[in-house]
């Protein structure tokens, strides 16, 4: 099973700024098999990336993915306060044994 | 649009049964994979299973298996979980997702979720 490890656990910032947000791999993701979702309080996870890079539909290009292997991250650049949410990522490299980071709440202030 | 709606939480005792559903809309059901994760409260994001999309090959999770059956019905455009000899840890919102290919992979969209309680 690959573990996946996000830090930091919480992150505060102001609108304007950029957040980074990485996830890091237990082994080696294949074919760079990695999601990020959004999910605000009392709303069901939203995906933002998949493939470590690829924007998913209606998404803005605020978000961007990038890493392989074992390293990615997640970017959001000009914080807006409706980023305010839990970020998740997950690896589908071994499928169907899908497994998820622990997330990463973000906090815009 | 594509929506999936899950339904069939409930307050159930520890030790007993539940069947969840999941009725999908808006793409064709039967070419692609669905997934039932779930989410205990306060915490994480924790995959349960997956189905491919004719329903011939079954996947969970290690914590899930003999316990849980997860099935489909692709002439009711419907996704089911049948959870057994349930446990005060399996109390979680429980969301259905269609995958994010025919294959499954990544899970997109989600639903709102449905919530289980197990307690006496």
């Known amino acids: 099973e690959i573990v996946l490890t996000q830090s930091p656990g919480t992150l505060s910032l102001s609108p304007g700024e950029r957040a980074t947000l990485s996830c890091r791999a237990s082994q080696s993701v294949s074919f760079n098999y990695l999601a990020w979702y959004q999910q605000k309080p009392g709303q069901a996870p939203r995906l933002l990336i998949y493939?470590?890079?690829s924007r998913a539909t209606g998404i803005p290009d605020r978000f961007s993915g990038s890493g392989s292997g074992t390293d990615f991250a997640l970017t959001i650049s000009r914080l807006e306060p409706e980023d305010s949410a839990v970020y998740y990522c997950?690896?589908?490299?071994?499928?169907?044994?899908?497994?998820f980071g622990q997330g990463t709440k973000l906090e815009i202030k | 649009e594509v929506q999936v709606l899950e339904s069939g939480g409930d307050l159930v005792q520890p030790g007993g049964s539940l069947r969840l559903s999941c009725a999908a809309s808006g793409f064709t059901f039967s070419t692609y994979a669905m997934s039932w994760v779930r989410q205990a409260p306060g915490k994480g994001l924790e995959w349960v299973s997956s189905i491919s999309g004719s329903g011939g090959s079954t996947y969970y999770a290690d914590s899930m298996k003999g316990r849980f059956t997860v099935s489909r019905d692709n002439s009711r455009n419907t996704l089911y979980l049948h959870m057994n000899a349930l446990r005060a840890d399996d109390t979680a919102q429980y969301y259905c997702?269609?995958?994010?290919?025919?294959?499954?992979?990544?899970?997109?969209?989600w639903g709102q979720g449905t919530l289980v309680t197990v307690s006496s």
């Open positions: 997950q690896q589908y490299g071994i499928s169907p044994m899908y497994s």
């Open positions: 997702a269609k995958g994010g290919r025919a294959t499954g992979r990544f899970f997109d969209p």
């Open positions: 493939d470590a890079s």
